[in-house]
């Protein structure tokens, strides 16, 4: 005899809670600097401010002080926790990069900064050459 499949029945609430959105990783970035920018506002104190209260949490200065900390903390997290899925990959190619030794990143930068030297050379050249020019066209135009 065939056993009966039990259909599991899930919560909907925790289906949606599971499933990843494509913009849900572009949200939490924007919100995450939003409240990193509002939390150095309040660290700050001279944009944005909170006024002494009868609430426990800001009836000083020192812990307006640690709530403020507190949000930029959180405003950081939330914004590592959603560029840090794109920067996975990258560092799993990482560790297949072949890196150059010592010798060969000295000999590649003096050899850059050599055509740089070169080229401004040529660039200073021509602008000796062309200043004539250019200042007999400009007492031509007056």
């Known amino acids: 005899m065939a056993k009966k499949v ?20 572009l949200l939490l970035g924007v919100l995450g600097t939003i409240v990193l920018i509002l939390g150095v506002y309040l660290v700050e104190g001279t944009v944005l ?32 926790l959603a560029v840090y899925p794109f920067y996975v990959p990258s560092l799993a190619e990482m560790k297949k990069v072949s890196w150059p030794t010592k010798s060969i990143i ?28 250019f200042e007999w066209i400009n007492e031509l135009g007056v």
């Not at 899930?10 to 990843?20: A, C, D, P, Q």
């Not at 949490?57 to 307006?64: E, V």
């Open 106 to 133: 000295i000999n590649h930068s003096a050899r850059v900064f050599g055509f740089i030297l070169i080229i401004a050379f040529f660039f200073v050249l021509i602008d000796f050459g062309l200043r004539p020019l």
């Open 6 to 25: 039990e259909e599991v029945k899930h919560n909907k609430v925790i289906e949606i809670l599971r499933k990843e959105y494509p913009i849900e990783k």
């Open 49 to 80: 401010e909170i006024r002494y209260t009868d609430l426990w949490i800001f009836n000083t200065s020192t812990k307006i002080l640690v709530f403020s900390i507190f949000v930029i903390v959180i405003g950081a997290l939330a914004f590592i």
